[in-house]
């Protein structure tokens, strides 16, 4: 930076090459102007960072609020199912007992809702229990080893009925033919209900051979490996007296009919 | 003595960031526009100076009216359904680089 060397400013002359600084009214107010704008700069910045979440709360609270709704009303429809179910129930043993002839049939129906998962079922069993890992994850790890995934929790179901399982709920949710496990928007659906953490998976049968089975080095290799290394939680016990709820969803099939043997 | 507007430019910016002050997310759009606005008055400021044409009164207010103008134009836009943003977005842009590219060709002659 030169000095502009006593050149006399006129409109219309330039100081053509010469870039002058110095305390005079240009070089303050410029000092002045660069800290206000400094200051806004750096608190618009970190507002800015700040807003993608504000907006997604705000997204997302019309979410939780439609989510919550359709829920009750989901809870409300299981609520009325179980009732029908129950009347019919009543209604057939009315039936069945008015004539002796019927007594066979009614004896099949009971088997057939047994099996169907229409009635509440106890007896000796194992529990399973997956949670997600109470640690944090250390900065650059994947958060999604230190929780529990619908693919893990298939698995387990999955082995279970391999080990002689006869009956499975996850969290109170009867396991039936139509049954499935899903995530959807990181969470778990079983019977297209939401369940969350832990996930309690009770299966009636022959707990010697479940605990046996799930025990064996073979099975669950990674899931028994990331509960070693992440601290994901995984566990089984046996237990005497355990209950699995009935189904609370319904059967309506629209493309079934009965075919010939 | 140069140095001192980029200390005050820093200084600024630190303060702003310990400040723990942050700006309502309804009022971003319109700070934005104002900051835009703000840099653009500094870069036409250094070119001034830089023809030789440059007066304090006009700086420190073209920097202070248009920024506040810039804001309150864009706020006017929101409410009456018109995008003033993306005009005052372009608008200043456009002059931005404009004197951006006027002060590197000046320091780059002056070599």
């Keep these: 930076m030169t000095n502009s060397g006593g050149i006399i400013q006129k409109r219309g002359f330039h100081r053509v090459q010469q870039f002058h600084f110095s305390l005079s009214g240009w070089g303050i107010s410029l000092t002045v102007v660069l800290f206000v704008l400094g200051l806004f700069l750096s608190v618009q910045w970190r507002s800015e960072r700040e807003k993608p979440a504000a907006q997604d709360s705000r997204a997302g609270e019309i979410y939780s609020t439609t989510l919550n709704r359709l829920e009750a009303e989901q809870k409300d ?36 809702r047994i099996v169907a998962g229409l009635v509440p079922l106890k007896g000796p069993g194992a529990k399973v229990v997956l949670d997600d890992s109470k640690k944090t994850p250390a900065t650059g790890e994947n958060p999604n080893l230190y929780i529990v995934h619908d693919y893990q929790l298939r698995d387990v179901v999955n082995l279970l009925w391999h080990a002689g399982a006869e009956s499975i709920a996850v969290n109170d949710e009867r396991l039936v033919s139509t049954s499935s496990i899903y995530s959807s928007g990181g969470t778990i659906m079983v019977n297209s209900t939401r369940l969350s953490p832990p996930f309690a998976v009770q299966a009636l049968g022959d707990s010697d051979r479940m605990a046996d089975v799930v025990g064996q080095t073979a099975s669950l290799r990674t899931l028994k490996a990331q509960s070693e290394a992440y601290g994901l939680i995984f566990n089984i016990q046996k237990e005497k007296d355990l209950r699995v709820p009935a189904f609370r969803g319904s059967y309506a099939p629209k493309f079934l009919n009965v075919g010939r043997p | 003595m140069w140095w001192l507007p980029i200390i005050s430019l820093l200084a600024g910016a630190l303060i702003g960031a310990l400040s723990g002050f942050s700006i309502p997310p309804a009022f971003a759009r319109y700070t934005a526009i104002a900051i835009l606005a703000g840099m653009d008055s500094v870069l036409g400021g250094v070119r ?51 004197n951006l ?9 002056k070599e």
């Excluded at chain 2, 929101?78 to 200043?92: C, I, K, N, P, Q």
């Excluded at chain 2, 590219?101 to 002659?109: E, H, Q």
């Design chain 2, 48 to 98: 001034s100076e830089m023809e030789g044409k440059f007066s304090t009164s006009i700086f420190l207010s073209g920097f202070f009216v248009n920024s506040l103008l810039a804001g309150l134009l864009v706020y006017m836009g929101d409410r009456l359904g018109v995008d003033l943003y993306l005009a005052a977005l372009v608008a200043f842009g456009v002059r931005l680089f404009n």
């Design chain 1, 77 to 112: 429809l299981k609520g009325s199912v179980d009732r029908l179910r129950k009347e019919i129930q009543r209604y057939q043993e009315l039936a069945g007992l008015s004539k002796e002839t019927m007594g066979e049939i009614t004896d099949e129906l009971r088997l057939q």
């Design chain 2, 101 to 109: 590219a006027v002060i590197r060709r000046r320091l780059i002659a």
